[in-house]
């Protein structure tokens, strides 16, 4: 085999791409990774998930020496906010992690090409980068191009005033306000972000609540928490224009179902509605490669798209847009190709916000099951009654589970509180296993721990809660 010929090549360097290049070639695949930024990664590590998080932890630590240190006898005189700093330590995380997956390619033998990856034929791939253009033959081409930030019509994002999560990610000074136009993950972490570092931050939603989809329980409280928090919220409103000015950027609202427009001003506007599936410029209208309505890839069972041999996964063949799905399915996809047994468990796959509290959801929800009739048992446990919580002043939120009336299947869980996206493994694995609510509730869980509100919620769902 020449040194372009692979049996795999992987267009997309992001969670799902170079998981799905790892693990092929853990089993045996000679394997190529097209990714056109310099760093491999995608916009989870580079411009997403990663920085966010950075900042998320940095900006509560700040919040906590501003305002909860002193209940705990310590005491900061002269507190200030080095935002450089800040930034830096979360551009250093970054290059980490970036090099981190860098070596792990170089471990495994994984060709790595720096370029646009296009799909010219079945079995072709050509990467351009500047004026250069490389042709790379493969038995397997898998899409794993991801998505992007969703645009809203009449607002021309600069990267400066009017930003995507990107430019969130990299203000170069605190704005004194800012309206987040979207009230889903990503608009309220970035936001929570910037309001903890001092600016005023408004949410504005077109649907009547934030986080569409989740338990209606951990909504409302969700809500609550970020209103004492100081954010502000206009639900049920559209943003029909946003112009960037001299120093701000004019916004115009409406009621969601219409009415009198209103006019607002602000530093900074994040646009966050959403993200769309990445497929421009990959050539797959030219060999044939299914989209649905929206856009996104259209694959079977295997992964594979209407064009044998050219698979896709990821944000790209939409559900739930999440970096640790795309990473399941590359797996399983590579898995597939060499002959073996996998599957994803989309029942099982969770959701974190990572804000304060933090939010996880997994499985259905109440609605979702009143909706299909289903008979099911709720337990709920609040945090304000578990002692570690309360021994770390970090108490708001609680633990449901839902369990299967006849069977007593744990059909889901969502938690709002210290540490949610930690907690609710333990659940996804009992949901792996078709666990039962009684199962949680049998296993002896440390003390005192936060993981101990899941087995008291657990305990609940079969009417038997202790502390309560």
Sequence with gaps: ????????????????????????????????????????????????????????????????AEHEFASHGVEVKGLKLNLKTM????????????????????????????????ITAPGVVD???????????????????????????????????????????????????????GGGVIGLELGSVWRRLG????????????????????????????KKQGIKFKLATKVTSAKAGKGAVTLTLEAANGGNAEQMKADVVLV?????????????????????????????????????????????IGG???????????????EMLAGQSAHVNYGAIPGVVYTHPEIAALGKTEEQLKAEGV???????PFSANSRARANADSEGFVKILADKNTDRVLGCHIIGPGAGELVQEIALAMEF??????????????????????EAALAAIGRAIHI
């Design 1 to 64: 085999m020449s040194d372009n010929n692979f049996d795999v090549v992987i267009i997309g360097g992001g969670p799902g791409g170079y998981v799905a290049a790892i693990r092929a070639a853990q089993l045996g695949f000679k394997t190529a990774c097209v990714e056109k930024r310099s760093a491999l990664g995608g916009t989870c590590l580079n411009v997403g998930c990663i920085p966010s998080k950075a900042l998320l932890q940095s900006s509560h630590h700040y919040e906590m």
């Design 87 to 118: 930034m830096a330590r979360k551009d250093g995380v970054v290059d980490d992690l970036t090099k981190g997956i860098a070596f792990l390619f170089k471990k495994n033998k994984i060709s790595h090409f720096i370029g646009s990856g296009k």
């Design 127 to 181: 990467v351009t980068a500047g004026t250069k253009t490389e042709t790379l033959n493969a038995k397997n081409i898998l899409i794993a191009t991801g998505s992007s930030s969703a645009d809203l019509p009449g607002i021309d994002v600069d990267e400066k005033q009017i930003v995507t999560s990107t430019g969130a990610l990299a203000l170069a000074s605190v704005p004194k306000t800012m309206v987040v136009i």
């Design 199 to 226: 600016a005023e931050v408004t949410v504005v939603e077109f649907l009547e609540n934030i986080f569409p989809g989740m338990d209606g329980e951990v909504v409302k409280q969700a809500t609550r928490t970020y």
């Design 272 to 316: 966050s509605v959403g993200r769309k599936p990445y497929t421009t410029e990959l050539g797959l209208e030219d060999v044939g490669v299914g989209l649905d309505g929206r856009g996104f890839v259209t694959v079977d069972g295997h992964y594979q798209t209407s064009v044998p041999g050219i698979y896709a996964i990821g944000d790209v």
């Design 320 to 334: 739930a847009m999440l970096a640790h799905k795309a990473e399941e399915e590359g797996v399983a996809c590579m």
């Design 375 to 381: 008979e099911y048992n709720v337990g709920k446990f």
């Design 434 to 455: 078709e666990g039962a609510a009684e199962d949680v509730a049998r296993t002896c869980h440390a003390h005192p721990g936060t993981a101990e509100a899941v087995k």
